[in-house]
């Protein structure tokens, strides 16, 4: 026969608090009867709503009603949804007592909610900051528009490479690289750096001008190439 000492029973479990999770069912009606019927339009569409999750009736909203709570029906209800109620609170002395009866425990009311004091808001200091600021002058280029005689290049031009627009003028769009050469019978507009040669009024048109929004452009107009010409 074996023997058990009282030590060795006292090992076989212990007693400690526990905080449960729990769905907190907040009751406005005494009516247990459209409870339910609001409860079954509430989960009509989530059959699975609920997977027997513990429940806490809370009766604040309902503590200084006349009518009694049938405990009962509300237990009933809320098991055939998958719930296990458990415990109330809020309520009067005599809905607690009710509840009880039903087998549901005294649950503490929740604490009230602690509002921290604010801090004192510390003044903002004042700094004078100063700050370098760089003004930029825009300046509007205007770009004409390429006509039946205007031949547009919108490419750079790399070294080696020639442009020349018979007959009609030139507008270059990308740069022109040293050693690249742009030429026209009519003007030319460069509104990229010019780093090339270019040569406006090719043909001997001495109205023809080189205009370049860029630095350091070789260029030439029609009385400095007029003895050159281009082979037609």
Same mark, same amino acid.
């Given at each position: 026969?074996? #023997?058990? /000492?009282?030590?060795?029973?006292?090992?076989?479990?212990?007693?400690?608090?526990?905080?449960?999770?729990?769905?907190?069912?907040?009751?406005? /009606?005494?009516? !247990?009867?459209?409870?339910?019927?609001?409860?079954?339009?509430?989960?009509?569409?989530?059959?699975?709503?609920?997977?027997?999750?513990?429940?806490?009736?809370?009766?604040?909203?309902?503590?200084?009603?006349?009518?009694?709570?049938?405990?009962?029906?509300?237990?009933?209800?809320? =098991?055939?949804?998958?719930?296990?109620?458990?415990?109330?609170?809020?309520?009067?002395?005599?809905?607690?007592?009710?509840?009880?009866?039903?087998?549901?425990?005294?649950?503490?009311?929740?604490?009230?909610?602690?509002?921290?004091?604010? !801090?004192?808001?510390?003044?903002?200091?004042?700094?004078?900051?100063?700050?370098?600021?760089?003004?930029?002058?825009?300046?509007?280029?205007?770009?004409?528009? !390429?006509?039946?005689?205007?031949?547009?290049?919108?490419?750079? #031009?790399?070294?080696?490479?020639?442009?020349?627009?018979?007959?009609?003028? #030139?507008?270059?769009?990308?740069?022109?690289?040293?050693?690249?050469?742009?030429?026209?019978?009519? *003007?030319?507009?460069?509104?990229?750096? #010019?780093?090339?040669?270019?040569?406006?009024?090719?043909?001997? *048109? /001495?109205?023809?001008?080189?205009?370049? /929004?860029?630095?350091?452009?070789?260029?030439? *107009?029609?009385?400095?190439?007029?003895? =050159?010409?281009?082979?037609?």
């Amino acid at each position: 026969m074996a #023997l058990t /000492t009282a030590a060795q029973s006292r090992t076989s479990f212990d007693l400690k608090s526990a905080s449960l999770p729990v769905v907190a069912v907040v009751l406005k /009606t005494t009516d !247990a009867a459209q409870f339910a019927a609001d409860l079954a339009d509430r989960v009509a569409d989530a059959p699975g709503f609920f997977d027997f999750d513990p429940v806490l009736i809370d009766l604040a909203a309902v503590k200084d009603a006349e009518d009694p709570i049938d405990f009962a029906a509300l237990v009933a209800t809320l =098991r055939s949804h998958s719930t296990l109620p458990v415990a109330v609170r809020g309520g009067s002395a005599a809905q607690m007592e009710a509840a009880r009866a039903a087998g549901l425990a005294a649950a503490p009311d929740a604490a009230p909610v602690r509002v921290a004091e604010a !801090a004192p808001v510390a003044e903002p200091e004042v700094r004078e900051v100063i700050r370098e600021v760089e003004v930029v002058r825009e300046v509007q280029v205007e770009v004409p528009v !390429a006509g039946p005689g205007t031949v547009v290049i919108d490419k750079p #031009l790399r070294s080696g490479q020639q442009v020349y627009a018979r007959g009609a003028d #030139l507008v270059v769009m990308a740069v022109v690289s040293f050693g690249a050469e742009v030429i026209a019978d009519g *003007n030319i507009h460069v509104y990229a750096p #010019l780093r090339g040669r270019a040569i406006a009024g090719a043909r001997g *048109n /001495t109205e023809a001008s080189c205009r370049t /929004t860029g630095a350091g452009a070789r260029r030439r *107009n029609s009385r400095r190439a007029a003895g =050159r010409g281009r082979a037609g």
